[in-house]
Antibody, heavy 115, light 106 residues
Framework: EVQLKESGPGLVQPSQTLSLTCTVS????????VHWVRQPPGKGLEWMGV???????AYNSALKSRLSISRDTSKSQVFLKMNSLQTEDTAIYYC?????????WGQGVMVTVSS | DIQMTQSPSFLSATVGDRVTINCKAS??????LNWYQQKLGEAPKRLIY???SLQTGIPSRFSGSGSGTDYTLTISSLQPEDVATYFC????????FGAGTKLELK
């Protein structure tokens, strides 16, 4: 069964760095890409970036200067790091596997940026 | 970057109605357009892939169409369980979501 699960701190202080982990099961990170998507409370979805199966990455141009995505294939984990957090980065952060045959999403992790 | 304009933002309809939601891209996206449904408190669920491919398990009352810059999600006969927010996503060049359409029952 394919599963994705996000984990990380629920509260981050302004100007600090957010670190999130997406732990996957039921598939290999070398076979499928994993995306990060976020959603501020009561608002729409924003695509953040992707770790391609081959190990390269692509980022939303609006976030590129602050965002880094990496992975540890041996642990089946994809990592998101974003620096210089502000209150507008408060959101639910999702990781997702988007393939032709199916789409799988984690439950999301709520991150609040506040002092 | 490609921009996606989704309309309407809000839609109120009656059970049994035919409902349409539209997304317009700022440039040709070659039918690389997905539709998602998000119910309150849940993660999004993909309904349709590449304009008109219905995901397994999704009721046939959902369908998608379009080409070029203009795309449509249609619910042929609205059911109470379809109350949700719907998003489009283009994946032709990068990835861009539409702003969403909140669908409620009248």
């Amino acid at each position: 069964e394919v599963q994705l699960k996000e984990s990380g701190p629920g509260l981050v202080q302004p100007s600090q760095t957010l670190s999130l982990t997406c732990t996957v099961s039921g598939f290999s990170l070398t076979d499928y890409s994993v995306h990060w998507v976020r959603q501020p409370p009561g608002k729409g979805l924003e695509w953040m970036g992707v770790m391609w199966s081959g190990g390269s990455t692509a980022y939303n141009s609006a976030l590129k200067s602050r965002l880094s995505i990496s992975r540890d294939t041996s642990k089946s984990q994809v990592f998101l790091k974003m620096n210089s957090l502000q209150t507008e980065d408060t959101a639910i952060y999702y990781c997702t596997r988007e393939g032709y045959s199916a789409s799988y999403w984690g439950q999301g992790v709520m991150v609040t940026v506040s002092s | 970057d490609i921009q996606m304009t989704q309309s309407p933002s809000f839609l109120s309809a009656t059970v049994g109605d035919r409902v349409t939601i539209n997304c317009k891209a700022s440039q040709n996206i070659n039918k690389y357009l997905n539709w998602y449904q998000q119910k309150l408190g849940e993660a999004p669920k993909r309904l349709i892939y590449n304009t008109n491919s219905l995901q397994t398990g999704i009721p046939s009352r959902f369908s998608g169409s379009g080409s070029g810059t203009d795309y449509t999600l249609t619910i042929s006969s609205l059911q109470p369980e379809d109350v949700a927010t719907y998003f489009c996503l283009q994946h032709n060049s990068g990835y861009t979501f539409g702003a969403g359409t909140k669908l409620e029952l009248k």
